[in-house]
C-alpha cells in the first residue's frame, strides 16, 4: 500500500529568552565627590532668602589651571562667568592596609572667586568671609543626602591669596575619605513579581495581577512550616 508522505509538522519551540550577562559597573570616588559638591554649589542664590533667585555661582568646574591663570598678572580666562568656583584633588593618598584595599584620603580645595569690583568698600570688604560660611553650610548639609560626603568631608583650612587681579580669590579645603566601589547589573533583566503562598497572595498587589490568578487557597500554613525531629528527608 501507497501512503502520501507528508511532512511532519513540527511543533513550534519555546523562544529562548534573552541571556542575561552581568555587567560590572563601578563608581569613581573623584567623580561622584566632586558632582555631589558641584550640586551643592547650585543650590546657593543670589538672594538667600529667594530660591528662586538666579545660582550665586556662574560657573562650577573642576580646577585644571583656571584659578592660577585668573589671579596672576595677565588674565587669560576671560571666557569664564564669574563668581565661579574651581574644584581641585590634591594630596591623595591610598591606604596600604591589605583589608582597606580601594580606600584612601585626599585634600579636596574648592576654590571660589568673587568680582565685587568695589569689594574695599566698608559694606562689602567682609562678603568673601559670608561667602564662605554659606558655601560650607550648603556642603555640609549635602552630607545628609550625597552618599559620596557621608564618609567624612570635614573643614580644614580657609586661606585669602593676596593676588586678586581685580577679582576676589579665595580657597577652602575639606579633608575626604573616599572609596572604590563597584557592583554588578543584569542586560535585559525584566520585573517580576513573585508570589508565594500562603506567605503573599495576589491580592496583595491586585494592580499587577495581570495573569487574573487571585487567590491561591493551597498550600497552606501547615504544608509549608512546621517542625520536624526526624531530620531532613534523604
Known amino acids: 500500500m501507497i501512503k502520501d508522505k507528508h511532512p511532519a509538522p513540527q511543533s513550534a519551540q519555546p523562544s529562548t529568552p534573552a541571556e ?3 555587567e560590572e559597573v563601578s563608581a569613581n570616588p573623584f567623580v561622584e565627590i566632586y558632582r555631589a559638591v558641584k550640586r551643592a554649589v547650585l543650590t546657593l542664590r543670589e538672594n538667600p532668602d529667594d530660591p528662586l533667585s538666579p545660582p550665586l555661582f556662574k560657573t562650577v ?23 565661579a568656583v574651581f574644584i ?3 594630596n591623595v593618598r591610598y591606604l596600604v592596609q591589605q583589608q582597606r584595599i580601594g580606600e584612601g584620603r585626599a585634600t579636596m580645595r574648592v576654590r571660589f572667586v568673587l ?11 567682609c562678603e568673601a568671609f559670608l561667602v564662605f560660611q554659606r558655601l560650607n553650610v550648603a556642603i555640609q ?7 559620596a560626603l557621608s564618609e567624612r568631608c570635614n573643614l580644614t583650612y580657609f586661606d585669602m591669596p ?16 573616599f572609596r572604590e566601589s563597584s ?11 513573585v508570589v508565594m503562598p500562603p506567605f503573599t497572595q495576589h491580592s496583595d498587589a491586585p494592580q499587577h495581577d495581570s495573569g487574573g490568578h487571585g487567590f491561591h487557597p493551597r498550600p497552606e500554613h501547615d504544608e509549608v ?5 526526624t531530620g531532613p528527608e534523604k
Open 20 to 22: 542575561s550577562l552581568p
Open 61 to 83: 568646574a573642576i580646577d585644571n589651571g583656571q584659578f592660577a591663570r585668573i589671579v596672576r598678572g595677565d588674565n587669560t580666562e576671560y571666557e569664564i562667568a564669574f563668581p
Open 88 to 90: 581641585h584633588f590634591i
Open 183 to 193: 557592583a554588578w547589573k543584569y542586560r535585559d533583566w525584566v520585573k517580576r513579581y
Open 141 to 147: 548639609d549635602a552630607k545628609n543626602h550625597e552618599p
Open 115 to 125: 568680582n565685587t569690583l568695589n569689594n574695599a568698600d566698608e559694606d562689602k570688604e
Open 225 to 229: 512550616s512546621g517542625f520536624s525531629d
Open 162 to 177: 593676596l593676588s586678586t587681579n581685580m577679582l576676589q580669590a579665595y580657597w577652602i579645603d575639606y579633608e575626604v575619605w
